[in-house]
Each structure stands twice: as structure tokens, then as C-alpha cells.
């Protein structure tokens, strides 16, 4: 009799303590974000599926959120959530951890924004970017290692005219909180166009390249090209600004 109510006392405490576990307020995520560059308000549900009102990232401003819990990040030390924020050609997606030491993880994760959204770009330049996360771990409000791709859709500058330069694709990395570098190389278009990117945890970037005409140019489009220096047969890009 008195196994039988200790079994019954045991079930009852485990049934109790589950039913608190799963119904930990959503609320509780906020505190990992303190120190980052996230921002998150109008939280509901719970830590295993809730939602947010607004999300945003720096001035990037994504809107309703999204997760729900994935078990399988345990194995790793971590709690995983399938994250989900804003709409279709701004938004930002993927499998989002938070370790012991209240570290930010992401993997295969994308974000989509159009690039004029990170600020004014020099010659006007305008292109929609598409970024795939591969890895990515926070350290504060910069990227401890980070690792993925870019791809820069319907590029174009205005130099003094509309250059149309088409589709471009990067790989990018950041190791031990440094800074990133990319290298980029276009997909197709009138130009061959190749280059890097340094951007800084400031915000500061310089980019430079190197364009060589493919086949037969128009006036128009030597008459842009013109007013870039040129050396060994290859025009020089090359400039600098803050986001």
C-alpha cells in the first residue's frame, strides 16, 4: 500500500512538473536577446511555440515572429527553435539554438531584404539579396564565426546613368569576431564583374573590383565605364561608406 502511494506521489510530481515545463511563458527568450542587435516585443505563447507582435534586427524591421522547439538540438547542448520572421522579400528564417551560456546560434538559415535597406549605397546602386546562413554564433552584438552565401538579384548602379549589371553570388565568413570578408563574381550580364567586400563590426565596408566587358559594349554603356580608372584592360570599381 505504501509503494503503491509512493508510485502515485511520484507520477503526480512528474505530471506536475511537466505540465509547468511546457507551459513556460514565451517571456523567458527575451533576456538572451539583451546585448545583441535583436529586438523582440509583443511576445506570446510559450518557449516551446510562441510568437512575437514585432522582431526587428538593427533597423531592419521584420514584424510578426514565429518558433516552435525542436528537441533534436539537446544532443548539442543547446535549446533549437524553427524561427520565422517577417514576409517574402523581407524576411528571416532557419534553425536558431540558445546554449547554457546564453549564447545565439543559427544554421541553414536564411534572409532575404532588398539591399537599399541597410542604407544609402553609393552610384545609387540597388539590388534584392538573398543571404544563406550555413553557420553563424553570436558573441554580443557581432558574430563570433559566421559562414554562408550571397546572392545580389537585379543589381544595378547609377553612374551618372542606370547600369543594369545583373546577378551576382558571394561567399562570405567571419572567424574569431573579425571582420567580413566576402568575395563576389556575376552570374551573367553584359559585364564580368568580380570582387570583395570588408565589412567591419562598426558598419564601416570597402569594396573593390575589377569589370571587364563581355563582347561588343554599347556607347551608352562606355560612356559609363568611362568614368572609372582602367588598368590592364580591366575597369577599376572601388569605394567605401558606412551602413
Known amino acids: 500500500m505504501i509503494l503503491s502511494t509512493k508510485k502515485l506521489l511520484g507520477v503526480a510530481v512528474a505530471s506536475f512538473v511537466f505540465f509547468l515545463a511546457l507551459n513556460i511563458p514565451a517571456q523567458v527568450v527575451s533576456p538572451f536577446l539583451d546585448g545583441t542587435p535583436a529586438i523582440m516585443t509583443g511576445v506570446s ?23 516552435r522547439w525542436k528537441p533534436g ?64 554564433s553570436m558573441a554580443g552584438d557581432w558574430p563570433e564565426h559566421a559562414s554562408g552565401t550571397i546572392h545580389l538579384n537585379d543589381t544595378s548602379m547609377n553612374v551618372p546613368d542606370k547600369l543594369t549589371l545583373g546577378d551576382f553570388e558571394g561567399h562570405f565568413k567571419i572567424v574569431n569576431g573579425g571582420n567580413l570578408l566576402a568575395d563576389f563574381f556575376d552570374l551573367d550580364g553584359a559585364l564580368e564583374i568580380d570582387g570583395t567586400l570588408d565589412l ?17 559594349m554599347s556607347q551608352r554603356l ?22
Do not use: K
Open 45 to 67: 505563447g510559450t518557449l516551446w511555440n510562441g510568437a512575437a507582435q514585432n522582431f526587428s534586427v538593427d533597423q531592419l524591421q521584420f514584424g510578426r515572429a514565429r518558433w
Open 73 to 136: 538540438g539537446l544532443l548539442a547542448g543547446r535549446m533549437e527553435f524553427d524561427f520565422h520572421a517577417g514576409d517574402p522579400g523581407q524576411q528571416l528564417s532557419g534553425r536558431f539554438g540558445l546554449s547554457v551560456n546564453g549564447g545565439i546560434h543559427a544554421r541553414n538559415a536564411n534572409l532575404e531584404l532588398l539591399l537599399t535597406q541597410l542604407g544609402a549605397m553609393p552610384f545609387g546602386t540597388q539590388a534584392s539579396i538573398f543571404v544563406g546562413i550555413e553557420s553563424l
Open 200 to 216: 567591419d563590426p562598426s558598419g564601416n565596408y570597402e569594396v573593390t573590383g575589377l569589370i571587364r566587358p563581355r563582347g561588343r
Open 222 to 243: 562606355q560612356n559609363i565605364l568611362n568614368f572609372m580608372p582602367r588598368e590592364n584592360g580591366a575597369y577599376q570599381l572601388s569605394f567605401s561608406g558606412s551602413l
